[in-house]
């Protein structure tokens, strides 16, 4: 069974994770979204909140797992008993960064393979930091992130 960890902080989920997530699926047996939880940033959304979101959007992907995880990427590819890093590229950054990431994993576990997917071409532009950048100016959210989620994101922004 081949299965792929997607790790991300997903805060929150866009339509860009979404599709990464939705294909990872068809390519995979098995996809686990990772859900970052790292004390030091300030977040939108608890990591359990996040998670909730996530399930929500792909309640209807039969072979999606939801879990957080906080500590080395490495140590929970080992609890879930795989070696692949499923990640989306947007940007020549996005690869330059990954494309370190990948190298320390590696040093980190030899066994570690990072499998990178481009971003289709509508979501290329969209970000978790976009997203929430505009919806705190008023601005719509649709067609950034899943419709599900539209409403617990303005009303998180608007507290």
């Known amino acids: 069974m081949r299965v792929a960890v997607y790790p991300g902080s997903f805060d929150p989920i866009t339509n860009?994770?979404?599709d990464i997530i939705k294909r990872g699926a068809k390519v995979f047996d098995k996809v686990i979204v990772a859900v970052l939880v790292n004390v030091d940033k300030?977040?939108?959304f608890e990591s359990n909140e996040r998670?909730?979101?996530i399930k929500?959007?792909?309640r209807d992907i039969g072979n999606v797992e939801i879990r957080?995880?906080?500590g080395l990427l490495v140590n929970f590819l080992k609890e879930c008993k795989t070696n692949i890093i499923l990640k989306g590229l947007r940007t020549a950054s996005d690869f330059e960064y990954e494309f370190q990431m990948a190298f320390i994993n590696n040093e980190l576990d030899s066994n570690t393979e990072t499998v990178c997917m481009m971003s289709s071409s509508k979501n290329i532009h969209i970000s978790s930091s976009t997203v929430k950048q505009v919806a705190k100016f008023g601005g719509d959210i649709s067609g950034l992130v899943p419709n599900e989620?539209?409403?617990?994101?303005m009303s998180r922004i608007n507290l």
């Open 16 to 18: 860009g994770h979404l």
């Open 149 to 153: 989620i539209i409403s617990d994101i």
């Open 68 to 70: 957080s995880f906080d």
């Open 51 to 53: 998670v909730e979101l």
């Open 56 to 58: 929500r959007v792909t």
């Open 42 to 44: 300030k977040y939108l």
